[in-house]
T-cell receptor
Framework: GAVVSQHPSWVICKSGTSVKIECRSLDFQATTMFWYRQFPKQSLMLMATSNEGSKATYEQGVEKDKFLINHASLTLSTLTVTSAHPEDSSFYIC????????????FGSGTRLTVV | DAKTTQPPSMDCAEGRAANLPCNHSTISGNEYVYWYRQIHSQGPQYIIHGLKNNETNEMASLIITEDRKSSTLILPHATLRDTAVYYCIVRVGRGGTSYGKLTFGQGTILTVHP
């Protein structure tokens, strides 16, 4: 089946530093990937839509200069949290939809970001 | 996408069937019902989806009412590993103009007891 790999699975960083999270589609090409954020005991919230070869589309209230998205190839999208602060600590999840199917989306295993 | 309503939590005994309801009274004719689940600290996992006919796969069954305003996800023999948050999502299928975004509600926390 289609697999989306996300790396790292967890990261701890100091306040003010930047962190990059990778999302790869392992056995299919994904022109579009999605990035979600989930705070403890809350549901997933869509942050942005990553488009291969073009700018990402951000949801309302998400700072595009803080959450940099790069989708340079058909199998890789990256999310960089710049100048991270403790309030950015969250669970970040990416997803993509294998082409030719209608069964929905495959999600990565998520990245737990802790900013100290 | 149409809004969905699910009970916040449910309990089920191991080995018994778990029936998770979902209301989607404003569903449109071109919208599918999708079910995902999320086990603690993992990404969501696709379970099943349907348009208007009942569906069954190796994981679960999906029963959609004739008016399509509600549906039920059935896990026929729940195990402890089925303990998770279950999300019912209504959205257009591939080819729809808004295809791509998934809007997650609060879901139902299913706890399977020994």
């Amino acid at each position: 089946g289609a697999v989306v790999s996300q790396h790292p699975s967890w990261v701890i960083c100091k306040s003010g530093t930047s962190v990059k999270i990778e999302c790869r589609s392992l056995d299919f090409q994904a022109t579009t990937m999605f990035w979600y954020r989930q705070f403890p005991k809350q549901s997933l919230m869509l942050m942005a839509t990553s488009n291969e070869g073009s700018k990402a589309t951000y949801e309302q209230g998400v700072e595009k200069d803080k959450f940099l998205i790069n989708h340079a190839s058909l199998t890789l999208s990256t999310l960089t949290v710049t100048s991270a602060h403790p309030e950015d600590s969250s669970f970040y999840i990416c997803s993509a939809s294998p082409p030719g199917t209608n069964y929905g989306y495959t999600f990565g295993s998520g990245t737990r970001l802790t900013v100290v | 996408d149409a809004k969905t309503t699910q009970p916040p939590s449910m309990d089920c005994a191991e080995g018994r069937a778990a029936n998770l309801p979902c209301n989607h009274s404003t569903i449109s004719g071109n919208e599918y019902v999708y079910w995902y689940r999320q086990i603690h600290s993992q990404g969501p996992q696709y379970i099943i989806h349907g348009l208007k006919n009942n569906e069954t796969n190796e994981m679960a069954s999906l029963i959609i009412t004739e008016d399509r305003k509600s549906s039920t996800l059935i896990l026929p023999h729940a195990t402890l590993r089925d303990t998770a948050v279950y999300y019912c999502i209504v959205r257009v299928g591939r080819g729809g103009t808004s295809y791509g975004k998934l809007t997650f509600g609060q879901g139902t926390i299913l706890t399977v007891h020994p």
